[in-house]
């Protein structure tokens, strides 16, 4: 729920709630991720977004002590919250930035989470700072508590952005913070060569502009990329690493760990870390939920590809990360015909089985909010494409030949293949199709390895 100051004035809460402030309050995630950790903690409360006014904040945080157990700012009320409150931690006093603030017991304490999501996301990917070389891209609130982290953590850290004085600033704030800090501040022309980690805190290539980078390139010794955009899942400045040498992380752990740290303060829960793991998948569902809605302006994700190149496996996944409905369009066929797919193709012919499938697809297409996996055979016709393009993005799931091969050993549920020359004719079927999937869809993810499969297409959307 978004409230407006007006609406927040009115407010009156029926569970123990908490808040966003910030302003403006584009498209978060926040309210999304708080009640996923809170269903994971089992508790009864709510998570509002509140559009605060900078003029505002003030009054809006008075209304805060009085309704709400605790809040999170977000931009531009970080800083300005802080001579509201009557304490702070000393991550937030050293970076002037608080995240979250508690009510307890009539006082206000801040406290910055921020810090903590950044370092427990850079400890899941195995990351190092002590005596990286590390480069930061930004200077304002994400990249202090960047720079703090590297800071304290013994990086080497070189500070780079449009406007170098400001760079400076936060370099000097550094300075004064952390001692024996090393940082560097340098233009974007003459960054060290020995770079290894690159941090990108500024908000170049969020949605919807999301071809921008900050760098054009990324220094040759480059070993981890971090951005702290989530949307999308895959930055450009992501996309600058050569995946044989460079790992790379968007934003959405951070963002989720971050929510965490504050619940542990506001509450005292806290979340093993096989729960963050399945928040954290669905975030990213939710995510590309939102893409697919604002983005591309569709409803569903459809998935085609070859037989045996995993649409059934990967879209029952698809729909439970996604929060979305599962269909798959050859057993919608069968149970609405009442007829298994081989005796269709035995008894009544290919050729009658293409024209119910047409006709089912054409009707599943206009349900709104599904994944719907097609049958191998689906977008050999032309019209079936355009009726699952209209509503939904299509997704071509491009496995390996030798995998598809292994996929459909065991099974004999395919007419099509169910001949002693099974081997030649999927090849040959699937020579004859291979362009196609390419050609229709919107997107194509490959991989040999089903546990990877999921997790690329939810970020290709
Ligand atoms: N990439 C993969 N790695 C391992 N097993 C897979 C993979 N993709 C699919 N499978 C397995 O292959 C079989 C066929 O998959 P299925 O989802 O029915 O494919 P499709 O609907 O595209 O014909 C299933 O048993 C599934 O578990
Ligand atoms: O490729 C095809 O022409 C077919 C694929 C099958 O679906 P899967 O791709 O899910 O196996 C099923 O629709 C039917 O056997 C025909
Ligand atoms: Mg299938």
């Not at 007006?6 to 991720?33: I, N, V």
């Not at 439970?320 to 007829?339: H, I, P, Q, S």
């Not at 089985?353 to 006709?359: H, K, L, P, V």
């Not at 196609?436 to 089903?450: A, E, F, G």
């Amino acid at each position: 729920m978004l409230l407006s100051m007006e609406e927040f004035r009115a407010f009156q809460p029926k569970k123990p709630t908490y808040a966003l402030f910030g302003w403006p309050l584009g498209h978060t995630m926040s309210p999304e991720l708080h009640a996923q950790l809170f269903e994971a903690s089992g508790q009864d409360a709510a998570y509002i977004g509140v559009a605060v006014p900078p003029d505002d904040l003030a009054e809006a945080f008075d209304l805060a002590k009085a309704k709400l157990r605790g809040i999170n700012c977000t931009i531009p009320h970080k800083k300005a919250v802080i001579e509201l409150l009557d304490g702070v931690d000393t991550a937030a006093r050293d970076l002037h930035s608080v995240n979250t603030v508690a009510f307890r017991d009539g006082k206000a304490i801040g406290y910055n989470t921020d810090i903590l999501g950044f370092s427990e996301s850079l400890a899941r990917d195995g990351v190092t700072l002590r005596g990286k070389k590390v480069l930061l891209l930004g200077y304002g609130g994400a990249a202090s508590v960047m720079a703090y982290h590297c800071a304290r953590e013994g990086a080497c850290l070189t500070i780079t952005g449009r406007n170098l004085e400001k760079a400076a600033a936060l370099q000097q704030q550094i300075a004064e913070t952390v001692p024996h800090a090393r940082v560097a501040v340098y233009s974007r022309r003459h960054i060290p060569r020995d770079i290894q980690i690159v941090l990108n805190s500024t908000p170049v290539g969020m949605y919807p502009k999301e071809n921008l980078a900050p760098l054009h390139y990324l220094p040759h010794k480059t070993e981890y990329v971090f951005d702290a955009i989530y949307n999308p899942p895959v930055t450009a400045t992501m996309r600058l690493a050569n995946p044989r040498k460079t790992a790379t992380r968007d934003g959405l752990y951070m963002l989720v760990m971050q929510a965490a740290h504050a619940q542990t303060i506001w509450s005292g829960v806290t979340f093993e870390p096989a729960s963050c793991e399945t928040i954290l998948r669905r975030t990213y569902g939710k995510m590309a939920v939102k893409r697919l809605h604002e983005k591309y302006g569709k409803k569903n994700l459809v998935l085609c590809g070859f037989m045996g190149s995993g649409k059934t496996t990967i879209g029952r996944k698809l729909a439970r990360v996604t929060g979305l409905d599962f269909v798959d369009a050859d057993l919608y066929l069968e149970e609405k015909e009442g007829m298994k797919i081989s005796d269709i193709f035995a008894q009544k012919g290919e050729a009658y089985f293409r024209d119910r499938e047409t006709a089912y697809i054409r009707e599943l297409s206009q349900r709104d909010g599904i994944v719907l996996s097609l049958g191998g055979g689906a977008v050999l016709r032309p019209e079936n494409v355009a009726a699952v393009k209209e509503t939904g993005l299509l997704i071509h799931l491009d496995t390996p030949f030798y995998r598809i091969l292994k996929n459909l050993s065991y099974s004999n549920s395919r007419p099509l293949l169910n001949r002693p020359d099974k081997q030649a004719e999927t090849r040959r079927l699937y020579n004859a199709r291979k362009a196609i999937y390419h050609r229709v869809s919107d997107t194509s993810v490959r991989s040999p390895k089903l546990s990877e499969v999921l997790d690329k297409v939810v970020k290709s959307v």
